[in-house]
């Protein structure tokens, strides 16, 4: 592994040696000296073009507790205000000698284009590119599910080690559309044996989502009562990618949190090992009321500190261990190299 | 070239085609035995001792050096001190070499319920070599806690040694040349107990410890 772009570049065995890394990483986390030496003197920069809290600090701490130093870039207050290109800017790296770039940007595909246009020598990580991925959410996402659903959860965080998520049953609600989380969910999870119903309203359905492996449903209630999911993971309505006041993708905020948001009523349809997700942050109200993200079933924080020790893990999967050093240049953005590979 | 390496489905390591058997289940039973008598007559008991096994190897060798230390105890009605335990530690991630391998996986760390802090612990590994592992194993626990005393038993010390580092039960001295392998296969995981020497370069890209 070289990059990690997209989750659906992921094996089954591949991503099942992440989520293993990712426990021993999580093990380590519980200690008095949380600290790690592995990846000492290396360099990870994270370029975020785009605003993000949670994702910024959760890479910034997974690499400070393995050591690596840490340049965190952000669009704001940068040469790239002054209208600079991603070029410059990962030339720039390039001449700094970062080791890993961690990519945050508003445009699909630019960490792939990063990874693979020869700019860079650095291992490329998508942190959340457009509509399109968000890998490491997803691989915490996964992290969190076989945690609580495929092993024991008193043995804490090795619990469920080796295993997939085999048979298991996964809601994912709300925002479709605009969600790179439920694009890299749909991917991982499946690949991870996971079975995945996407509920929306049809106007935050994409386009060719038929292709996608999972089924769509556009009522809640019945996906809940007859689904019996395992776990329901409630998507942010991202109003700033839609143009007004929910920009015509719905009537009004408490149509949108009637039809599709979950609170209490709906939380006590569920099974009763059936765990409460979402990425973050909470839009409390519309898409995820006060009791249910406040539920003893909502793993919610867990998902974030479960963010740092997969993190973790990824960037030791990508910096170290001997990799060809000199870069593929590759002309086109849609060639992957592992379709290169294969 | 008189040993029997069987393949079966448990095998982790390459069965090795060649090689040279120089201890056998008996040897290596011996060996065990006579660190554990060691362990207990350096420490003068064993009431503060903790047996740390290195992933892979060390780990099956601390639980067996673990219940002969019991079996010891068992025959000397007068001690009263408590059974010592025997936990796991993965030192990949203090290794100093993380950059000319292929990615390791990294294994496991699992301390006794009472820690490290205060004990003497004793660190169990297959083959002795370079020292780096060693050097690697000293960084984690001085991170896990702080030990009164750490001492080292091996089953196996090859010589070649790249740092100041000395063990203190050995199973057998080995001389070795560099190019040549080292292999320890125990029960628990390759199915039967053989420590065989291979000759040079059958397998040039595995890493040694």
Redesign the interface.
């Known amino acids: 592994m070289k990059h990690l772009l997209s989750a659906a570049d992921l094996t089954r065995a591949e991503a099942v ?1 992440v989520l ?2 990712a426990a ?2 999580a ?2 986390q519980s ?1 008095e ?1 949380k ?4 990846l000492r003197g290396r360099t990870v920069v994270n370029l975020f073009f785009e605003d993000s809290t949670r994702t910024r600090i959760s890479f910034e701490t997974a690499a400070k507790r ?1 050591s690596a130093d840490v340049i965190n870039f952000s669009a704001k207050g940068s040469s790239v205000s002054k209208g600079e290109s991603l070029k410059d800017t990962a030339l720039t790296l390039q001449a700094m000698g970062a080791d890993a770039v961690v990519v945050r940007h508003q445009a699909s595909g630019a960490p792939h284009l990063l990874a693979h246009a020869g700019w860079l020598d650095a291992a490329v990580v998508n942190a959340g590119d457009g509509t399109h991925q968000h890998p490491t959410q997803a691989l915490l996402d996964a992290f969190t599910l076989r945690r609580h659903l495929a092993g024991d959860p008193a043995l804490g965080a ?1 619990s469920g080690v080796g295993a997939d998520l085999d048979g298991l049953h996964v809601a994912i609600v709300g925002d479709v559309l605009h969600s790179r989380v439920a694009r890299s969910n749909v991917a991982l999870l499946t690949t991870l044996g996971a079975h995945v119903t996407l509920v929306a309203p049809p106007t935050l359905v994409p386009v060719g989502v038929d292709t996608w492996p999972c089924e769509v449903s556009y009522d809640l209630d019945a996906t809940l009562a007859d689904g019996k999911p395992d776990a329901v993971m409630m998507l942010r309505v991202q109003r700033e990618r839609m143009s007004s006041s929910g920009g015509g993708f719905f009537p009004s905020p408490l149509e949108y949190s009637r039809a599709y948001g979950l609170d209490a009523r709906r939380l006590a349809i569920l099974p009763e090992h059936t765990i409460v997700m979402h990425p973050g942050p909470m839009n409390r109200g519309l898409e995820i009321s006060a009791e249910a993200a406040d539920s003893p079933r909502a793993v919610i924080v867990e998902q974030v500190a479960n963010g740092v020790a997969v993190r973790m893990a990824v960037l ?2 990508l910096l ?3 990799h060809d050093a000199t870069p593929v240049p590759v002309t086109t953005t849609t060639t992957r190299t592992e379709e290169a590979h294969a | 070239m008189s040993h029997d390496l069987r393949h079966d489905g448990t095998s982790t390591s390459a069965v090795p085609t060649t090689g040279t058997v120089v201890l056998g289940p008996t040897e290596i039973q011996r060996a065990l035995t006579r660190i554990a008598h060691e362990i207990v007559e350096r420490n003068k008991g064993t009431g503060d001792v903790v047996l740390l096994g290195i992933p892979t190897r060390g780990v099956p060798l601390a639980h067996r050096l673990v219940e002969r230390l019991t079996a010891i105890a068992a025959t000397d009605p007068g001690s009263a001190d408590p059974i010592a335990p025997a936990g796991e530690l993965d030192v990949t991630m203090y290794r100093d070499d993380l950059r000319d391998h292929p990615t390791r996986t990294i294994g496991r760390t699992q301390l006794p319920p009472g820690g490290v802090d205060g004990k003497v612990v004793v660190l169990v590994d297959d083959v002795l070599y370079s020292g780096r592992t060693i050097r690697a194993a000293l960084d984690a626990i001085s991170d896990l806690g702080r030990p009164r005393a750490v001492q080292l038993a091996t089953l196996v010390d090859r010589g070649h040694r790249e740092l100041p580092i000395r063990p203190d039960f050995v199973g057998k001295n080995l001389p070795t040349s560099h190019t040549e392998r080292v292999r320890v296969r125990l029960a628990e995981l390759d199915g039967e107990d053989a420590v065989v020497i291979q000759p040079a370069a059958t397998t040039p890209t595995e890493g040694h410890r």
């Open positions: 040696h293993d890394t021993e990483m093990a380590t200690r000296i600290k790690l030496p592995t393995l090795t030791y999967l170290t261990g001997q």
